[in-house]
């Protein structure tokens, strides 16, 4: 599967407009996971089992909550069971229809 997240923290002391120190907590434990992974200026895209993504997501999450009084987890997923290779093949497909 493949699931798109986008997590921020808000409230507390010291809130700004600026959450690249919390994103960056959260990318990094996405990294570290082993998975498959692409971030981009909106959202984190991982790769793996149900499993395997749901924790990647809750600990991300989890590391964000430490920079505010709340968290906000946009999140969208590709489900389709007996695919792998998905992070890079639906842009290959694509690009291949724009070539």
């Known amino acids: 599967m493949l699931v798109a997240f986008s ?19 959260a ?32 600990r991300a999450t989890e590391a964000v909550g430490e920079y505010g009084t709340r968290v906000s987890l946009v999140l969208k997923a590709d489900i389709r069971p007996g695919h792998t290779g998905e992070i890079t093949g639906k842009l290959e497909r694509l690009e291949s229809h724009l070539a």
Request: net charge negative; proline share 6%; aromatic share 4%.
């Open 7 to 25: 997590v921020s923290p808000s409230g507390g002391p010291g809130a700004g407009d600026s959450v690249s120190e919390a994103v960056a907590a």
């Open 27 to 58: 990318v990094r434990i996405v990294r570290e996971s082993g998975l498959p992974n692409r971030t981009d200026s909106m959202f984190t895209t991982i790769e793996g089992s149900w499993d395997e993504c749901m924790d990647v997501v809750r």
